[in-house]
């Protein structure tokens, strides 16, 4: 039976094909700032700046590629049961060949209804303000805004549990619930943190690699490591 390998992405992972993080910029987000583009209130206040955010988001993902890091992620589920949970919105993970895929804070090709949460569609083009649901109701982003619930919560901390292996990729680890799931992990099993700027980790009991590398970098390293481990 393979060994379960759960890996914890965030955007420095994509940031490497080109997608910009709003950490990179004192909390601007492509120009703009996130309480605008990524909150309840932000879309309260004017849903037009929201949708054409998210619409040049969504053209942005056309033009990128999946980059080493992603694609060694897949190609380990030759060895692995890779589980793969992501803070991002991107679906790069998923062009990379990984096929199991969580993601923590919404999806940028899907959209929903602003009245039913499970009216949830797959959304390719620009998303516009006469884009309704079948009762008429406003169709939004299926993004986890701040201060939104996040639904896949459970399942994540259910996967994390049972992990054999965890891998840290790309995460500042200051945005929870996300940063927390790692403290469910067993105590014993072998974690690696892969980040150019790694946060400091205080509370981890496991005995944890840091590798201060990009997530390309990091995996080249960490895959070396992994043949012991199969």
Do not use: C
């Not at 994509?14 to 004192?26: C, L, N, P, Q």
């Not at 201060?147 to 790309?170: F, H, R, S």
């Amino acid at each position: 039976m393979k060994k379960k390998l759960v890996v914890l992405t965030g955007a420095g992972i994509s940031a490497e094909s080109g997608i910009k993080t709003f950490r990179d910029a004192d909390g601007l987000w492509e120009g703009h700032n996130v309480m605008d583009v990524a909150t309840p209130e932000g879309w309260n206040k004017n849903p037009e700046l929201v949708l054409d955010f998210y619409n040049q988001r969504r053209k942005q993902l056309h033009e990128v590629q999946p980059n080493l890091g992603h694609r060694i992620l897949a190609e380990l589920e030759n060895d692995f049961e890779v589980h793969i949970i992501t803070q991002n919105v991107d679906n790069l993970h998923e062009r990379a060949g990984s096929t199991k895929v969580l993601h923590l804070h919404g999806e940028l090709l899907k959209v929903r209804s602003t009245k039913n949460k499970n009216y949830i569609l797959d959304w390719e083009t620009d998303l516009n303000s006469t884009d309704v649901d079948d009762n008429g109701h406003q169709l939004r982003p299926h993004i986890v805004w701040f201060g939104e619930e996040v639904p896949a919560l459970e399942e994540a901390v259910n996967i994390v549990q049972k992990a054999d292996i965890l891998i840290i990729i790309g995460t500042s680890l200051q945005v929870y619930p996300a940063a927390s799931l790692m403290n469910f992990a067993d105590p014993n099993i072998p974690v690696y943190y892969i980040d150019p700027k790694p946060a400091a980790i205080y509370d981890l009991p496991n005995d944890i690699k840091i590798i201060a590398k990009t997530g390309s970098e990091g995996m080249k390293t960490v895959r070396k490591d992994l043949e012991k481990l199969k």
